[in-house]
């Protein structure tokens, strides 16, 4: 079992920017690949950024590539999204979820058996 805890969100302006953390607890948080995820009100959970378990391999959607940066720290159980030049179409509730696995950075949410419960982020214009 992985237990994740989502943190950092919050009201920004257009342009501005949040860093996200997702810790990590339970299992050996290195042999997980990480995900960010996002849900907007009457939409579909849909992916956002992954890293792989030594941050070697990391995708992003096409809508955040560019603005945002995922990364983690093993020894701090933490992954992270730098959210730069943020648009009002941002807003949405965050997830950070665990892969089964440590080596693929996936944008599927099947391939994710963990998740947190979510940080709300509003942008606005």
């Known amino acids: 079992q992985v237990q994740l805890v989502e943190s950092g969100g919050g009201l920004v302006q257009a342009g501005g920017s949040l860093r996200l953390s997702c810790a990590a607890s339970?299992?050996?948080?290195?042999?997980?690949?990480m995900g960010w995820f996002r849900q907007a009100p009457g939409k579909e959970r849909e992916f956002v950024a992954a890293?792989?378990?030594?941050?070697?391999?990391?995708y992003y959607a096409d809508s955040v590539k560019g603005r945002f940066t995922i990364s983690r720290d093993n020894a701090k159980n933490t992954v992270f999204l730098q959210m730069n030049t943020l648009k009002p179409e941002d807003t949405a509730v965050y997830y950070c979820?665990?892969?089964?696995?440590?080596?693929?950075?996936?944008?599927?949410?099947?391939?994710?058996?963990?998740w947190g419960q979510g940080t709300q982020v509003t942008v606005s214009s």
């Open positions: 339970g299992r050996a948080f290195s042999r997980h690949a």
């Open positions: 890293i792989n378990w030594n941050g070697g391999s990391t």
């Open positions: 979820a665990a892969d089964r696995t440590p080596l693929r950075a996936a944008n599927s949410r099947g391939d994710y058996d963990y």
